[in-house]
């Protein structure tokens, strides 16, 4: 799916999901427009509903949407969660070891991509760093750019199928105006044989995520904004009836906000109606 979007010019869209609600919108959004679309999962969500929970959610899925939804794990900085993420049933599982010495990244990153691949999985690296402060990465200062030398060893000897690095985007909201390294992204698309990952692309304009798959992205995260939609309307629907009682009273309305988050980013990436 990854190699089909870089060849065809567009990008999948891969939305973090912290409960069936939103894995709902990802999964509701993917269908109404024949996208293909990753649902991912980050060590909070994991923790929270299990592994197993969380597998189950994504073969259902898989299944419903005739193999256009991917169940992927995000941001996982342990090589046993990774294995165990996909003897759950994970399609995709990322490791991340972007915090270590490039050595040990490479290291871990072989271990799970092997055991990724002799099941039926693939398996996501990271070079450089995210910057932000989430739960999945808090990262600040200049030492994030990726190195053009350090992607190929990650790709050459860590085994990877898919490559996230860093060019100055970072988790969450943007305060200030980006300053993404394209011309870094179109080196690393040109010399590496596989799919680039785009992570923080919340807030980003819309230009600059065209810019990114233009020059090698094929795979575009995004979570803040859908968990901001979900926060936001759950706040105006309670606000507007504080003894509704009901979960479904303010669930439904965030999950179709939710939807439309995610039906427009599918549209933005030009995943709309490429479906396998």
Avoid at 65 to 83: E, I, Y
Avoid at 127 to 155: K, N
Avoid at 178 to 200: M, R, T, W
Avoid at 220 to 225: C, H, P, R
Wanted: hydrophobic share 40%.
């Amino acid at each position: 799916m990854l190699r089909e979007a870089r060849q065809g010019g567009y990008a999948i869209p891969a939305f973090n999901y912290t409960d069936s609600w939103e894995f709902l919108a990802v999964m509701e959004a993917a269908e109404e427009l024949d996208a293909p679309v990753y649902a991912a999962s980050a060590r909070n969500t994991v923790d929270i509903m299990g592994v197993d929970t969380c597998g189950i959610l994504g073969t259902l899925a898989y299944k419903r949407t005739q193999g256009n939804l991917l169940n992927h794990l995000d941001h996982c900085a342990s090589v046993q969660r990774c294995k165990a993420a996909v003897d759950a049933g994970y399609h995709s599982v990322m490791y991340d070891g972007s915090a270590l010495p490039l050595d040990e990244n490479v290291q871990n990153s072989r271990m799970v991509s092997s055991y990724a691949k002799e099941r039926g999985a693939f398996m996501e690296g990271e070079v450089g760093q995210i910057l932000g402060r989430t739960e999945e990465g808090r990262y600040s200062g200049g030492a994030y750019i990726a190195r053009i030398e350090d992607c190929i060893r990650m790709v050459e000897e860590g085994g990877v199928t898919s490559l996230a690095i860093g060019i100055g985007n970072r988790h969450g909201f943007y305060k200030t105006t980006p300053k993404l390294n394209i011309p870094l992204l179109a080196q690393a698309s040109a010399v590496l044989d596989i799919p680039l990952v785009l992570h923080g692309s919340s807030g980003l304009d819309p230009e600059v995520i065209r810019a990114c798959i233009q020059n090698g992205i094929s795979k575009v995260n995004v979570g803040t904004e859908l968990h901001y939609t979900y926060k936001s309307k759950v706040q105006e629907v309670i606000g507007k009836n504080p003894e509704d009682y009901a979960i479904t009273s303010f669930a439904l309305p965030a999950k179709e906000a939710m939807k439309e988050v995610a039906r427009r980013w599918i549209k933005l990436c030009g995943a709309e109606g490429k479906r396998h």
